[in-house]
């Protein structure tokens, strides 16, 4: 039933508008349009897409334990590294992010009462799962899953060198998934535009949701390219085109060039949001307002920015390319990088900070995240990546800035807002042990694939001879990837806990800055009952600690000739009126 | 309505500026490289700034000033009917559902697309009277 | 306190012993000249790179050892940014990535840079699933020779260096031009001791120079993924000096006119 939605003026009942008996049990959730079902059902479905994902990296490490090793075949391994990388970076990270959480979050974080267009937004989660199922559906094929990488060059994906239904299908299921993503796209970008509570300009947003923003219009740069460059891959495989085979008169690097400048903001598209996660833990975590506000938008929209043009650094070993420009191009990218570093490391200085499990996951994001950074400064020097490229001190560099954000950013974000989302806490025990487990994990597993790729071993190699000295290191890395699965394997028993003897969570247990803890856990239909009055990026704190208000509130207290203590609105609360009130 | 436009119109002239910049490196006959795919794609995100952009641009000049412009806005001068919220409705699955076997048609053969098709024409449809009647069909 | 002395003594006995070298961090050093160049700049952007990280992660560490919550719930005082601060510390790191692009570009150029007459000229042929190199030069001495991988490869990888692998054989100090190209999908030519990889790709042609300054056997696989047998496709790199070079050659060039084809190995 369609509601017209009113915003609150007047204190309301709880209860508000009556609502119709509506559908029920499994065809509620196939009809609902409500941005926390549809968050939720993200949220979940990427999670199993992350554990499946994941089984596949244990099975490859085991492979690679041992040399010359027979765990699974050449063919299997080609398609467990596919698949994994296909559902990580498809099916995981990004839905989990723009699909999940920010779907929840930012309309809350906004004070709106859902996304802009809510039928638009479930049609967006059933294609993702259309597509997801497809991409999985490719291991019950008879040629097995695709098996060129999650990358599919050309002329491998073509129809000679890759035949079969199972790339058919990957090619499907990422045309799928690309428009679930432009639609999620679109939806964050006008939610943000069109409905914010009142007060709240665009410098007043969230920073989070400010990098929903950034990452919704790069969505809209790069994924129509993928899904042009999907359907001209089709095109050759099935219609017998030449738009990518020598033959014909066609280019294959044109497919690099196609899917790189989608492929490097898609990067930036799975970063950003797991940035502004952290960045909304760290203020709250730390007691005080995010550091240098205008300088984190603006590094966001530099790195958005910079993000379209510097795709070719994936392709500096064609020969191909020009080098400088790309180089140059993906050196500056450090610096609004490093202005986002030295801002959160400021939102903490001098701060109170309480390490429950979401800030723990964000100070090890910081950790991890600064090497992969740095790595990829080297690697943005083409002497540097005619030595690197393709060798596993690639894969050891982007598992650090993808893990770093994807997996420390997104629990730290799934372990804040968690109580919610779900009306009850999680254990801080069970969070401390994942957290430890995964942190000591991560660098057991990473830091030698530094040293194996210095030392030549190449990626995408299902096995390797004895011969080449690359064993112990391997062997490591294997023991560290065992570890990172007991991280996960603990989150998940954390989730199952907090349902089975369930924590009850308030409204804001963790005094948190921004609107969505202005409200029940989990939220009511519509989201608010009442607002509080916007005044700037925290209005939640400065409705609850009008004693510390930021400097901005003051200088703007100030401007108004009415310096001095702020009363608190109290019983008020949602009336107030104009200066008088103040 | 302004920081909007200047956010889109920052993105396009990046755009047009990065473009014309790697157009003009890539004439340099020192490197053997063919540069249309990228200076096309980045004057793409050139014109995909401009057209919001612009508009928001065009009528942020024109529009009565919203509660959201306003720092100095409360609670009530935003209140009021803020727009309409399609409740439940089955016709999103059902477009889904539809898109999925069209794309599979591509994997197996035209006859998926036929029931694809017929959904989706179901799934339009439904959409456009749910909308009209505001309820569910 | 102690104990750090005795750690100190003990890096510094190690280093002695070691006979002093400066560190790789990892690499190799390079068994060419282009080789040692990209080298040089791995040394000076990791000492840079860990000199970032150790500022950075010492940040890190001390406010979150520092600042931890002690006992009382007190908020803090609330700056939520300092102007000129932030300046600094964009100016700061733009300032340094255009120093290592200065580097960068220096570096490149010399790395890519191809002699006007090399002495040896090899065309290497990526296909799927194994290696051709065929000599060819001006004045005909390696004109024809071919050695090329000797089927397709079914076992595990062995070493690089068995038999069932082409070796490319170069002269020691002298340049030599690769010309490179693949007949199917897009292969990688990777040499790890010449700290080199570059692609081959069907209908394009990639042309650098090795010049070789170390006698040696060095491992060359595919970098680049081709399909079902990508880790099998393995090669070596035997330098060795113009005179042995010179006899490689002519038995190369008589067993390949008694056996009447191109390939061996």
């Not at chain 1, 490093?338 to 309480?354: A, C, D, E, P, Q």
């Given at each position: ?38 968050g ?36 299997t ?41 809510p ?15 497809t ?42 998934t ?9 939806n ?24 929903m ?24 495989r ?19 060039n ?7 903001p ?10 502004g ?25 530099t ?15 064609t ?14 990218i450090?610096?609004?990088t ?86 009850r ?22 830091l ?8 030549g ?13 690359w ?49 029940s ?16 990026e ?45 | ?22 157009w ?7 490197y ?12 793409a ?34 209140a ?26 591509l ?19 439904g959409?456009?009277l ?5 309820g569910?069909? | 306190?102690?104990?750090g ?16 070298k ?11 000249t282009?080789g ?12 840079a ?14 406010t ?10 007190a908020i ?57 190199f065929?000599?060819?030069?001006s004045?005909?001495?390696?004109q024809?020779?071919q050695?090329?991988t000797a ?40 040499v790890p ?10 209908g ?8 070789p ?13 081709c ?25 190369q ?13």
């Amino acid at each position: 039933m369609t509601l017209l939605v009113e915003r609150p003026g007047v204190v309301e009942e709880p209860g508000g508008p009556e609502h119709d008996h509506g559908p029920t049990g499994l065809l509620k959730w196939v009809t609902s349009t409500d941005h926390k079902v549809i968050g939720k059902s993200y949220l979940i479905t990427s999670l199993v897409f992350f554990v499946l994902a994941g089984v596949m990296a244990v099975l490859m490490r085991t492979q690679l334990a041992s040399p010359d090793n027979t765990v699974v075949s050449q063919h299997t391994y080609n398609e467990l590294f596919t698949m994994h990388g296909s559902l990580m970076l498809y099916l995981f990270a990004g839905p989990f992010a723009f699909g999940g959480i920010a779907n929840y979050i930012v309309p809350l974080q906004v004070g709106a009462p859902d996304m802009a267009f809510p039928r638009l937004n479930a049609l967006s989660y059933w294609l993702y799962l259309g597509g997801g199922l497809t991409m999985i559906g490719g291991f019950l094929t008879v040629g097995g899953a695709a098996d060129f990488g999650w990358v599919a060059y050309a002329p491998l994906s073509n129809a000679v060198n890759s035949p079969g239904a199972g790339p058919d299908m990957w090619i499907v299921s990422l045309i799928l998934t690309g428009f679930s993503a432009i639609f999620t796209g679109v939806n964050i970008c006008a939610t943000v535009f069109y409905l914010r509570a009142p007060g709240m300009t665009m410098f007043r947003v969230p920073i989070f949701t400010w990098n929903m923003v950034v990452t919704g219009i790069l969505i809209l740069i790069a994924f129509p390219v993928l899904t042009a460059a999907m359907v001209m891959l089709w095109a050759d495989r099935h219609l017998g085109t030449h738009i990518y085979t020598v033959s014909g008169g066609g280019v294959p690097v044109l497919w690099q060039n196609l899917f790189w400048f989608f492929g490097h903001p898609e990067v930036y598209i799975l970063a950003l949001p797991y940035f502004g996660m952290v960045t909304e833990i760290f203020p709250v975590f730390s007691r005080k307002p995010v550091f240098g506000y205008r300088g984190m938008v603006f590094a966001t929209i530099t790195i958005g920015a910079l993000s379209t043009s510097v795709w070719a650094h994936h392709m500096f070993t064609t020969g191909v390319v020009l080098l400088p420009f790309f180089s140059l191009m993906s050196y500056l990218i450090a610096v609004p990088t490093g202005i986002k570093f030295f801002n959160w490391i400021g939102t903490m200085w001098r701060g109170s900070l309480k390490f429950d499990t979401p800030m723990l996951f964000s100070v090890g994001f910081l950790v991890v995240f600064l090497f992969g950074g740095v790595t990829g400064v080297f690697l943005a020097s083409p002497p540097i990546d005619f030595a690197t490229h393709d060798t596993y001190f690639v894969v050891a560099h982007f598992h650090e800035v993808l893990f770093g954000s994807a997996v420390f950013g997104g629990f730290a974000g799934l372990y804040y807002w968690y109580p919610k989302m779900f009306g009850r806490m999680l254990r801080e025990s069970l969070g401390k042990a994942s957290f430890w487990f995964m942190f000591v994990g991560f660098w057991v597993t990473f830091l030698p694939q530094y040293l194996l790729g210095l030392h030549g071993m190449p990626r995408r190699i299902a096995e390797y001879s004895a011969s080449t000295g690359w064993t112990s290191l391997n062997r490591v890395s294997t023991v560290g990837a065992y570890l990172l699965f007991i991280a996960v394997a603990i989150m998940i028993v954390n989730v199952y806990v907090s349902w089975r003897r369930p924590i009850q969570a308030s409204g804001n247990p963790w005094d948190g800055h921004t609107l969505e803890w202005a409200t029940s856990s989990p939220p009511p239909h519509h989201n608010f009952y009442r607002l509080p009055p916007v005044r700037s990026e925290r209005p939640l704190w400065d409705f609850n600690h009008p004693e510390h208000t930021t400097r901005k509130h003051e200088d703007l207290l100030a401007a108004e000739g009415k310096r001095g203590r702020r009363h608190a609105p109290g019983a008020h609360a949602g009336t107030d009126g104009g200066p008088a009130d103040r | 309505m302004k920081s909007e436009a200047r956010l889109l119109l920052v993105v396009s002239l990046f755009g047009a500026a990065i473009g014309a910049l790697f157009w003009a490196v890539g004439l340099n006959p020192v490197y053997a490289t063919i540069t249309s795919g990228g200076t096309i794609m980045l004057g793409a995100v050139c014109l995909l700034g401009l057209l919001p952009g612009y508009y928001y641009h065009w009528w942020s000049r024109r529009m009565t000033p919203r509660a959201e412009d306003d720092p100095e806005a409360t609670p009530e001068s935003g209140a009021g009917v803020i727009g309409v919220f399609p409740g439940s409705s089955i016709w999103p699955f059902v477009l889904g559902l539809s898109a999925l076997l069209v794309c599979l048609s591509l994997v197996f053969g035209f006859w998926t697309a036929i029931f694809g098709f017929s959904l989706a024409l179901a799934a339009v449809v439904g959409v456009i009277l749910e909308s009209r009647r505001g309820g569910a069909i | 306190m102690r104990r750090g002395r005795v750690a100190l003594a003990l890096l510094g006995g190690a280093l002695v012993l070691g006979g002093c070298k400066a560190p790789t961090f990892g690499a190799f050093r390079g068994a060419t000249t282009q080789g040692r160049d990209e080298f040089k700049l791995w040394v000076g952007f990791v000492i840079a790179g860990l000199a970032v990280a150790a500022i950075v992660w010492g940040l890190i560490f001390w406010t979150v050892i520092r600042h931890r919550r002690r006992g009382s719930d007190a908020i803090p005082r609330q700056f939520h940014e300092n102007v000129p601060l932030e300046i600094v510390y964009t100016a700061l790191p733009f300032v340094i990535v255009l120093v290592l692009f200065y580097f960068t570009v220096i570096t490149e150029n010399r790395i890519d840079a191809v002699a006007s007459t090399p002495s040896e000229v090899v065309h290497v042929l990526g296909f799927r699933w194994g290696w051709s190199f065929t000599y060819d030069s001006s004045d005909g001495r390696s004109q024809g020779v071919q050695i090329a991988t000797a089927a397709q490869p079914t076992a595990l990888a062995q070493a690089a260096t068995s038999a069932q692998y082409p070796q490319l054989v170069l002269p020691v100090g002298e340049t030599t031009r690769v010309v490179l190209t693949s007949a199917d999908v897009i292969h990688g030519f990777y040499v790890p001791a010449f700290n080199f990889s570059r692609y081959a790709q069907p209908g394009v042609v990639n042309r650098f120079d090795f010049t070789p300054t170390t006698i040696g056997v060095f491992r060359g696989q595919c970098s680049q993924y081709c399909g079902l047998y990508h880790s099998e496709m393995l090669f070596s790199v035997k330098v060795v000096s113009r005179a042995d070079f010179t006899h490689w050659l002519a038995a190369q060039q008589a067993s390949q006119a008694r056996s009447g084809s191109g390939a061996t190995t």
